[in-house]
């Protein structure tokens, strides 16, 4: 069957123009993924202007987009009335949202929380024979957030994925003795044993509950000694507690469950993955490697690890905005427009270096910030105050990825030419100008359709040209713009049929092709012949 698709696809007509959809968003113009209606490619013409090449060429594969279920984003969700819950819900999970399919949670509390809290505070207690295997404290909010989102995104046949971490073990298996800030090392080497252990039956209690775990890390953040909760690991300690505790232990008990190291600043990314696949112990565990963005940029680190250690996952795991970078004239209402360009800029660098997906911090917060116990507040995609939901930039620049690229798209490899690029020193997180010229990904979907996202940082409207094969499309966007095409791919067939994926979906597009075709009365027989291959 497969070669009998692939020689369909290799004979196959050569493709008439496609016609894109736009959907854009604009600081200067006040749209937010506003639907633009239909462009055409056309035979490719002369352009001396930024130009996006589309290759044949599929990198690697998406897992999904979302934000984190945090206690604050939980309590903050609780306190809605219904409408305004019911809104939250669809504006991220419901048919006509923005496609989240990712999530993140904190085991055990985390600064986002309005105490420090863990599931066995009994010192010395290493059997954990006083584990709360019912999580109580967090039956309260988040586990009923959790199973909201949960619920709705089924009825649009999707599951949701979520990434666990721990900010901190509880007091007693900690050197410092306390939950917030840590010494070096943070866990006390006769406690990993037992802390690898809390993971398996936290992890157990959440499934207990209806919440299945896909991944986990083994600390967020290991190099902060921060004054919240915290626990600090050197490379080397992480690898050798996740070799000799926490792999041996997850393999034994959730077996399904992926591991992924580091969890914290792109900036030495590449080291931490380098401590990772020299340790064969840790590795035959690990999945691959999770970051944040508060050190800047740092793409060149996260494609680094894609082309040395091609096994590995990657994975951006949160990112905000903390109140130090919030502008004078920002309102509660509106928001800071460059938050939503800052946001797109790191979403598609870190996709175009070999990103599966990409989590937000908290889905929603209050007018504060928070709540937070150690005041460490940062703005959100959603704030609320009096029970009015308030929608953020944030939110429609994530939706111009999450809601098209769906989970199983594959990265094509494209790139720009006739623009600038920005290369000077390390900017602060989320920092987007016109130094960084036209920047712009593109995926292919399972259904088939190609997905190209574009952001213009610059005070000026910026012309460009779509160049796909032997078509291209000729497109502004505004200036401070975001922009999403989404169109049927020239080579799709054959591209799907290469795909990892490739004999399902591959059938299913040309079905639907050659029904198309049915309709003229020209692929009858090619559809009964499909049929008889199968």
Known sequence: MLQRLLLLAAAWPHAEASVARLFQSSGSTGERLVDKGSLEFVVDFPFAGPTIHLSSVMEQEIHGFGGAFTEAAALVFQSLPTDKQLQVLDLYWGANGIGYTTGRVHINSCDFSPLSYSFDDVDGDLGLQHFDANVTHDTVAMIPFIRAAQDLLRNTGKELKLLAAPWSPPAWMKTNGAMDGSDQPGLKDTCQASWAKYFSKWITAYKAHGIPIWAITPQNEPENAAKWEACVFTPEQEMEFLADYLGPTLKADHPDVKILVFDHNKEDVYTWAQALYSNPGAAQYAAGVAFHWYTGDHFDGVAKIRKDFPQAMLLATEATFERYRWKPGSTLITGDWSFGEGYAHDII???????????????????????????????AAMLVKSGEVYVHPQYYAIGHFSKYILPGSRRLRANVTNTRSYEGETRPYGTCTADDGL??????????????????????PVAFKIKDGATALNATVPAHGIQTYLYSHPGSAKLMVESRAGLKIATGALRRALRCLACKGMGRSMLRWMHGSM
């Open 439 to 460: 920047e712009a990904t593109s995926f292919l979907r399972p259904d088939g359709l190609a997905v190209v996202v574009v952001l213009n940082c610059a005070d000026k």
């Open 349 to 379: 660098g870190d996709l175009n270096a070999g990103a599966t997906g990409w989590i937000d911090w908290n889905l929603l917060l209050n007018q504060d910030g928070g709540p937070n116990h150690v005041d460490n507040v940062c703005d």
